[in-house]
């Protein structure tokens, strides 16, 4: 369905008629992650602005993270994807969890920086990454980002994902219940600040929050995979009850598309990002780090959409 909108629009454009007289039917799948992460509720808010373009109409789907997000556009089953650049660049490549699958995915934008959440609870015995060995932990849900930056992390410290420890795969919304009910001992989490359900964990009563430090591992990461991860912080005001600053690994999100999303149509969804960054401000305070300072190649594995490319030129800004 989605080829066909999108040729429709084009072979209009070719012939010459008035784009608004064709693209009355412009609907947009934005796909996006978790409900307790942060990718539901700003894919939510991009998808409400989209619907108040005449011609456009969009919905936000709730799914396993980046992984899903990105076999879903390369199938032409979604339109738009949330998504973290090291998943982003194993999907054009054809490797890993998509192998033998290379999608062709452009980028739109690059939003803000995903940060690893390494979270455990007082009374679990765990106060460094070495201390994960023996105990009850969450990787993250299998069609996530998360799964993926989480194996790297514990590849980078020195243990084995299946050998060292007694893994799940939930969701930050399912792991932090089980943390609740004692069922696992600390989970894995990549996302925005705040993330709803670590602050829900954080401010349950009688549960103090640990966030286990885990930046000394970055080079590593880097080393084996690419300049994907950068040394960051979570400072200790983001979530309740922090006894202080958490040297976190970090890595940029993505908005990106199939390459066969017409010029048009990508330019006019990056526009609206930029034009109504204040109303997705007050969907989630992550989009403040929507800035043009941030487009630059260095900070996406992906290449740029020419609908984006074309939009960022007008404000001098050169990707490709």
């Known amino acids: 369905m989605a080829r066909f909108r999108y040729t429709l629009i084009a072979a209009a454009l070719a012939v010459g008629l008035a784009a608004p ?7 947009l799948s934005i796909v996006t992650g978790g409900t307790g992460g942060v990718y539901y509720p700003l894919g939510g808010g991009m998808a409400n602005l989209l619907s108040k373009v005449p011609g456009y109409s969009a919905t936000a789907e709730v799914t396993g993270g980046s992984v899903d997000n990105l076999k879903l556009i390369g199938a032409k089953k979604a339109e738009v994807a949330l998504t973290m650049a090291d998943a982003a660049l194993d999907a054009v490549n054809g490797q890993d969890k998509f192998s ?23 009374g679990t015995g765990i106060a460094r990454m070495a201390d994960l060995k023996g105990k009850r932990v969450s990787t993250g849900s299998p069609g996530s980002a998360t799964e993926v930056m989480a194996f790297r992390l514990i590849e980078a410290i020195g243990l084995d994902r299946d050998k060292d420890m007694k893994r799940e795969r939930l969701g930050v919304a399912e792991s932090t219940a089980a943390m609740k009910d004692k069922k696992i001992d600390a989970y894995f989490w990549v996302g925005g600040l705040p993330t709803s359900a670590v602050t829900d ?25 690419g300049p994907l ?17 958490n040297q976190i690994a970090s890595v940029w999100n993505l908005l990106v598309v199939n390459e066969s999303m017409p010029e ?9 990002m930029f034009d109504k960054k204040p109303d997705l401000i007050a969907v989630h305070a992550e989009a403040k780090n929507f800035d043009l300072k941030y487009q630059r190649n260095e900070n996406t594995p992906v290449s740029f959409h020419p609908g984006a490319i074309k939009f960022f030129a007008e404000k001098g800004i050169t990707v490709k």
């Open 21 to 27: 007289a064709v693209a009355q039917d412009v609907k």
């Open 100 to 122: 033998g699958a290379k999608v062709p995915a452009k980028a739109l934008m690059v939003m803000y920086p995903n940060r690893m959440h390494v979270v455990t609870v007082e």
């Open 201 to 225: 964990l954080a401010a349950t009563p009688g549960t103090k929050i640990k966030l286990i430090d885990h930046a000394d591992a970055v080079e590593a990461m880097n080393r084996k995979y």
């Open 229 to 245: 991860y950068a040394k960051d912080t979570i400072t200790k005001d983001i979530y309740p009850g922090m006894a202080g600053d």
């Open 264 to 272: 048009k149509v990508a330019y006019d969804i990056v526009k609206l």
